[in-house]
Antibody
Framework: EVQLVESGGGLVQPGRSLRLSCAAS????????MHWVRQAPGKGLEWVSG????????GYADSVKGRFTISRDNAKNSLFLQMSSLRPEDTAFYYC??????????????WGQGTQVTVSS | EIVLTQSPGTLSLSPGERATLSCRAS???????LAWYQQKPGQAPSLLIY???YRATGIPDRFSGSGSGTDFTLTIRRLEPEDFAVYFC????????FGGGTKIEIK
C-alpha cells in the first residue's frame, strides 16, 4: 500500500524555522517527483514546492521562494521541507503528495494526511 | 499566473441529483493539464480526474470531466451520500494552481 506520512509540524514563532518530513512507503520513491501543498484553515489548496526524482529540478511558489527549501533523501525514502523566516500567513496544514512522473509537475496521487503548522507569537 | 475560478462556491443538492461543477481559467490551458480532486472533512484531497476527462483508478463512472480552453466541468451523474464533499480543480504543469473549491452539501 502506498503511504505518505508527514511529521514535524507544530507551533512556532514568527521568524523562526521548522523542518517538515514526509516518509514514503509502498512504492519506488525515486521513480517519482514529490510535492508539498498547503491548506490554510477553511481555505483552498496552495502548491508550495516540488522536486524531481533526483532533486535536480526544484520549484517554489512565489509566496515561499527564498524562505523554503525542498529536498529529498532517496536512500531513506523521505521528502523534506525546510521552512525559514516563517510568517503568520504560513499557518496551514501541509500535505506531502506524490507526482505521477519522475519530473513533474503532473497530477498528484496520493496525498499524505498532512501536518499542521501554526505560526504565532 | 493562471487563476482558476470555481463556481458555485456551494451547491445544495439531494442524493440522487446531478451535480455540475465549473472551473474557469483566466487563460486557455492545455486540457491534458487539468485535474479534479475530492476532499472530505478531516481528510486529505484525493484524485478524481486527470487530463480533463480520465478517471483515476477506482473512481466510479458517475464522475465525469469535460471541457477545453478556459472552461472545464466536473459532473456527478447521481449523487451518492459519500459524494458530499469539497471539490478542487487543478492546473498542473509549471507552477501548479488550484481553484478555490466547490462544496457540495446535502439539501
Amino acid at each position: 500500500e502506498v503511504q505518505l506520512v508527514e511529521s514535524g509540524g507544530g507551533l512556532v514563532q514568527p521568524g523562526r524555522s521548522l523542518r517538515l518530513s514526509c516518509a514514503a512507503s509502498g512504492f519506488t520513491f525515486d521513480d517519482y517527483a514529490m510535492h508539498w501543498v498547503r491548506q490554510a484553515p477553511g481555505k483552498g489548496l496552495e502548491w508550495v514546492s516540488g522536486i524531481s526524482w533526483n532533486g535536480d529540478i526544484l520549484g517554489y511558489a512565489d509566496s515561499v521562494k527564498g524562505r523554503f527549501t525542498i529536498s529529498r533523501d532517496n536512500a531513506k525514502n523521505s521528502l523534506f521541507l525546510q521552512m525559514s523566516s516563517l510568517r503568520p500567513e504560513d499557518t496551514a496544514f501541509y500535505y506531502c503528495a506524490r507526482d505521477t512522473g519522475p519530473l513533474g509537475p503532473n497530477w498528484f496521487d496520493p496525498w499524505g494526511q498532512g501536518t499542521q503548522v501554526t505560526v504565532s507569537s | 499566473e493562471i487563476v482558476l475560478t470555481q463556481s458555485p462556491g456551494t451547491l445544495s443538492l439531494s442524493p440522487g441529483e446531478r451535480a455540475t461543477l465549473s472551473c474557469r481559467a483566466s487563460q486557455s490551458i492545455d486540457s491534458n493539464f487539468l485535474a479534479w480532486y475530492q476532499q472530505k472533512p478531516g481528510q486529505a484531497p484525493s484524485l478524481l480526474i486527470y487530463g480533463t476527462s480520465y478517471r483515476a483508478t477506482g473512481i466510479p463512472d458517475r464522475f465525469s470531466g469535460s471541457g477545453s480552453g478556459t472552461d472545464f466541468t466536473l459532473t456527478i451523474r447521481r449523487l451518492e451520500p459519500e459524494d458530499f464533499a469539497v471539490y478542487f480543480c487543478q492546473r498542473y504543469g509549471d507552477s501548479p494552481t488550484f481553484g478555490g473549491g466547490t462544496k457540495i452539501e446535502i439539501k
